[in-house]
């Protein structure tokens, strides 16, 4: 394997792989066969099956490089920032995937797949596995199926339980609040402020999209904006956009990032209980 190919140093890999070898050690390891491992893989576009993949050394995870590193500030003082946004969990594409293919067509998760190639929206098609990821008991889902949104708009997930309850997410990754946040921990490095710890500033039109996409509610369905990000936006402006929302389109927001610690934000208070047991979500603690 030529290392050149990698945009992580060595000082942060422990072990290189192959992605087919990546996955099929995450399969071992979390106790899924040989054949779900081989399945998976046969399933990604070449660009990801041929993608370099690692063992993280500061975490033990297996990961994946995929995707377009972002830049934080100007030339000739720009910097290339490589992570996570680039180094993803092989845990996530393979349990995804195998979900995936439990709920939805072979014909649906192939456009999923294909649609996974796309290196500058990668990690916004990845992110849309979390959900589904994240419940203990049986559920069905329909993935962007017609009539939920409106007009030609699509909801990402439509997810019911016991036949009964249910509700819509359209699921997004936020990345301009981290390159925000690395900015301004750049600029304010060398002050005082630098010293105590700050939350991220709120993006502009965090939720403005997803609203326009959902109807309003016309049945006791749920319905909200599940949001993949790596930072802590500050309360008192996070809570007052989603005050702002039209209750009778979204009634929660559930921010979060691959491990099932969420900040839940809701119109009703019984929708956080619900929430947290369905989606198995613990409380998000302040970084």
């Given at each position: 394997?030529?290392?050149?190919?990698y945009l992580t140093p060595p000082r942060l890999r422990s072990e290189d792989f192959t992605v087919l070898q990546a996955i099929k050690t995450v399969a071992e390891t979390e106790g899924k066969t040989l054949e779900d491992a081989i399945c998976i893989y046969q399933i990604l576009p070449a660009s990801i099956q041929n993608a370099p993949a690692f063992r993280d050394k500061l975490t033990g995870l297996l990961r994946y490089e995929y995707g377009l590193p972002y830049h934080i500030g100007r030339r000739p003082n720009r910097t290339v920032v490589v992570g996570t946004?680039?180094?993803h969990q092989v845990s996530i594409l393979l349990n995804g995937l195998l979900v995936m293919r439990?709920?939805?067509t072979e014909q649906q998760v192939r456009h999923f797949c294909k649609n996974?190639?796309?290196?500058?929206?990668?990690?916004d098609y990845l992110s849309e596995l979390d959900p589904i990821l994240r419940p203990t008991t049986e559920f069905k889902a329909d993935y962007e199926g017609k009539g939920f949104?409106?007009?030609?708009?699509?909801?990402d997930w439509h997810i019911a339980f016991d036949g009964r309850t249910s509700c819509l997410l359209d699921v997004k990754h936020r990345l301009k609040?981290?390159?925000d946040y690395m900015q301004q921990v750049s600029t304010e490095f060398h002050t005082e402020k630098a010293k105590k710890e700050f939350d991220a500033p709120l993006p502009d039109g965090l939720f403005a999209?997803?609203?326009a996409k959902f109807r309003p509610v016309l049945d006791e369905r749920w319905q909200g904006i599940w949001i993949l990000t790596q930072v802590y936006y500050d309360d008192h402006a996070l809570h007052q956009a989603f005050d702002s929302l039209d209750p009778q389109k979204i009634q929660f927001v559930v921010l979060t990032h691959f491990r099932g610690e969420a900040r839940l934000l809701t119109k009703l208070d019984r929708i956080r209980?619900?929430?947290?047991?369905?989606?198995?979500?613990?409380e998000m603690k302040k970084r």
């Open positions: 394997m030529d290392m050149s190919e946004n680039v180094a439990r709920l939805l996974l190639g796309d290196k500058s929206r990668h990690l949104g409106r007009g030609k708009r699509k909801i609040g981290l390159i999209n997803s609203e209980p619900w929430l947290m047991e369905k989606f198995n979500l613990t």
